[in-house]
């Protein structure tokens, strides 16, 4: 089983700036990473994803607040939060398209979550 490891999140005021980060387990072969969220009682929605070549899309939501990158050499992914709302409260998870080891194809793999709260 792969475990993605998350750190970062928090509480943070509104338009306040928070960072996460996502790091994969470097032996593994990692395509496209990205971020998700879970608002109370809503959807897993899409907040960013970057491929391995660095290319980038985001939730309109988001455009021009959060900056998702990654470190290709540490299998890790970055979300910069910038001019949070209190809209943007949820729990954050990163995903990684992994290369399997001893089959053919990828597999996508989910962090455990980490809390953003913004206040108003």
């Known amino acids: 089983q792969v475990q993605l490891v998350e750190s970062g999140g928090g509480l943070v005021q509104a338009g306040g700036r928070l960072s996460l980060s996502c790091a994969t387990p470097?032996?593994?072969?990692?395509?496209?990473m990205g971020w998700y969220r879970q608002p109370p009682g809503k959807q897993r929605e899409l907040v960013a994803r970057?491929?391995?070549?660095?290319?980038?899309n985001y939730a309109d939501s988001v455009k021009g607040r959060f900056t998702i990158s990654r470190d290709n050499a540490k299998n890790t992914v970055y979300l910069q939060m910038n001019s949070l709302k209190p809209e943007d409260t949820a729990v954050y998870y990163c995903n990684a398209e992994i290369v399997r080891r001893y089959a053919s194809g990828t597999s996508y793999y989910w962090g455990q979550g980490t809390q953003v709260t913004v206040s108003s």
């Open positions: 470097p032996i593994f072969t990692v395509h496209d």
């Open positions: 970057i491929s391995s070549e660095g290319s980038t």
